[in-house]
């Protein structure tokens, strides 16, 4: 499509946006009186509007119902977690019984590497992105040493080639040849945090399975953002926070994904609890635990409900605009936020000093974009924030930015763009 960088052209868009009508159901800070424009989505996605009516139905229910309300509320709080799992399913692509609502995500990091790295003097590497989360990070070394190897040995960490700012494919799968008889899992982030950089699960799944090794994903930056299949894809498994593009609001409760066929395997080693008991028999008591023939036997306790609850109203909110088409939106807006940022670049003469890291290639970004900056870039980021737009800055040198299509508008886009050339002129 060709763009235009003025603001007819930008409302025009939004106009035809069939999404368009999403952006009221979200809240937005305030900025000298007027509502930001808001692109850390990535980071910390906006209130639904919706949130605290779910929320205060659980209050509602607490106060008039005490213990009672397990089975009493509303919506009970004893399978409160049944209710999230449908829509939680549709946004990652999985069976519904593949997937459960729990923890916190570093939790279930390590909760899945329980079951899912099982290191022996033969197989016992991990494979990972050298710039990974360092919660990821510190969860891969900690496990690595729990099982008494080395992390120095044990953990593979892929660096992009020289001058280069993002992995190439073909450098993923030939690592993943190159460890093929000590590999023991391949473990991304995906979307990198960093770099905004997507990897192709299902081609990297294939490789890992191909040489023995197990496959999982840190889709802390996916979920809600990129179209997801994890059970067509054979992914192993996966984990993933509520609060960043899925807007559960902060610290809300986290995801796990585990393909079927890990879940029919009981004998598979997790630590369990008693929420991840057969809801049957849960309630007997039963000395031994009898797992839940699904990712529920995962689980440890009875459901969080309040921040369940802001949850439950975030991924109503998902159900109904449909991953697909809030896929297809977020690839144009994003297209044409790359488009405003080449046009402001260009505009004031800072090709040497701006450079996108993203790839290029729609199948390797999601909504984030992040952008070098190599002089005065904390200055520039400092500007935008003067003038309501909500970015977000990494150390050394990177401000990242994410359009989200269910509360950006090609308008925010077009705006940011003003705000951006006039940084750009006054930071040379
Ligand atoms: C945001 C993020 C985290 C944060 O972990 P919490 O346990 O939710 O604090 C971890 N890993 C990745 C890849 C992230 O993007």
Not at 70 to 94: C, I, K, S, T
Not at 140 to 168: M, Y
Not at 237 to 254: D, R
Not at 353 to 360: E, L, Q, S
Request: charged fraction near 25%.
């Amino acid at each position: 499509m060709q763009f235009e960088n003025n603001i007819e052209f930008a409302r025009q868009l939004d106009k035809e946006d069939e999404l368009n009508s999403f952006r009221k159901k979200f809240l937005f800070p305030e900025h000298k009186g007027k509502k930001v424009i808001y692109f850390c989505g990535n980071s910390l996605g906006l209130q639904p509007v919706n949130t605290r009516e779910y929320v205060n139905q659980e209050l509602s229910d607490w106060e008039k119902f005490g213990v009672e309300g397990h089975f009493q509320a509303r919506h009970p709080w004893y399978p409160y977690h049944e209710f999230l799992r449908d829509n939680m399913a549709q946004v990652v692509g999985a069976l519904p019984r593949e997937t459960v609502v729990m923890n916190s995500l570093t939790a279930n990091v390590h909760f899945m590497l329980v079951s899912f790295y099982k290191p022996d003097s033969k197989r016992y590497k991990i494979i990972c992105e050298a710039s990974a989360f360092p919660s990821d990070q510190y969860a891969l070394q900690s496990q690595v040493k729990f099982h008494g190897c080395n992390p120095k040995d044990a953990i593979i960490e892929l660096k992009p080639r020289d001058g280069e700012f993002t992995l190439r494919h073909e450098d993923i799968l030939a690592a993943i040849e190159n460890h093929k008889d000590s590999l023991a899992l391949v473990f991304l982030g995906n979307p990198n945090y960093y770099t905004g950089q997507v990897f192709q699960m299902k081609e990297i799944t294939e490789a890992a399975h191909r040489v023995g090794a197990l496959a999982g994903f840190d889709l802390a930056h996916g979920a809600g953002n990129l179209d997801l299949h994890l059970h067509d894809w054979q992914v192993d498994f996966a984990v993933w926070c509520s609060y960043k593009y899925l807007n559960a609001g902060p610290g809300g409760v986290a995801g796990a994904f585990v393909h079927e066929k890990h879940c029919d395997n009981t004998d598979r080693v997790r630590f369990a609890g008693w929420w991840g008991n057969d809801p049957q028999t849960r309630f007997t008591m039963p000395h031994d635990f009898v797992p839940v023939k699904s990712a529920d036997s995962w689980q440890l306790s009875n459901a969080p409900v309040l921040p369940m609850a802001a949850l439950r109203a975030s991924l109503e909110i998902f159900a109904s605009a449909g991953m697909d088409r809030l896929v297809a939106k977020r690839k144009k807006l994003n297209n044409f936020l790359r488009y405003v940022i080449n046009e402001a670049v260009t505009a004031t003469g800072q090709q040497q000093n701006i450079i996108i890291i993203t790839p290029a290639n729609e199948n390797e970004r999601g909504a984030q974009v992040s952008m070098l900056c190599k002089k005065n870039g904390k200055k520039i980021f400092s500007y935008l924030t003067d003038n309501g737009v909500i970015a977000d800055w990494r150390e050394p040198e990177v401000l990242r930015m994410a359009a989200v299509p269910l509360y950006n508008s090609f308008e925010d886009i077009f705006s940011f763009g003003e705000y951006f050339k006039q940084a750009l002129a006054l930071h040379k």
